[in-house]
């Protein structure tokens, strides 16, 4: 027997929200189809999964970068920075914003995994918050574009190893020996050759 919490049937809707344990497949307010509390518990575990993932990496790169981005062209910190101040603080600012949004989808992902259902605040906030990582994130792309156009920053295409002067020098320069005709008609090739010098 499944345990009472897994019976919930809860509308997607967000405007709705019912929720019920009786036997029905369509929402009553709505009409649309009612999900199962476990079926939400289980994306529940997808969303924190994923938004611990997003508060780890840009946390991780935040606080490894961190001296850097601050502290551009600075030996003293490693790895140097070759940017501005003002790309360091927005590259910083696009980290927070990326762990803010990793924060909220644990937290939504934690509640929807202890509820079985969604809550609108979280959804509502998680928007929010992806809407201030692209504003931060399209600034840094137009700051960094504007600073370091478009093939500036490219390094010239390595040249193939070429032979060097002195080796050409001491390499003694060869001529195929002259074609002398014979009386047959055809050519005989001289198996020596020889050196110009």
Same mark, same amino acid.
């Given at each position: 027997m499944q345990p009472v919490r897994n019976r919930i049937l809860n509308c997607p809707s967000l405007k709705c929200g019912y929720t019920t344990n009786e036997n029905v497949v369509n929402c009553p307010r709505c009409q649309r189809r009612l999900r199962p509390a476990k079926q939400m518990r289980r994306l529940g575990w997808i969303i *924190? $999964?994923?938004g611990l993932f997003l508060v780890a990496l840009p946390g991780f790169l935040a606080v490894y970068l961190?001296?850097?981005l601050l502290h551009p062209r600075s030996a003293e910190y490693q790895p140097v920075f070759n940017g501005t101040p003002?790309?360091?603080?927005? *590259? $910083?600012?696009l980290f927070g914003a990326?762990?803010?949004?990793?924060?909220?989808?644990t937290v939504a992902g934690i509640f929807q995994i202890r509820t079985g259902r969604r809550n609108t605040w979280?959804?509502?906030?998680?928007?929010?918050?992806?809407v201030v990582v692209l504003v931060v994130g399209g600034a840094l792309y137009k700051l960094l574009e504007a600073n370091h156009p478009v093939g500036t920053n490219v390094s010239p295409p390595r040249q193939p190893p070429s032979l060097s002067v002195s080796i050409l020098r001491a390499a003694p320069a060869t001529a195929p020996a002259p074609r002398e005709p014979s009386g047959s008609g055809r050519e005989s090739r001289?198996?020596?050759?020889r050196t110009v010098s």
């Open positions: *924190a $999964l994923l961190a001296p850097s003002e790309e360091g603080k927005l *590259a $910083l600012a990326l762990l803010l949004f990793g924060l909220n989808a979280f959804l509502v906030l998680g928007a929010v918050l992806f001289s198996p020596v050759r």
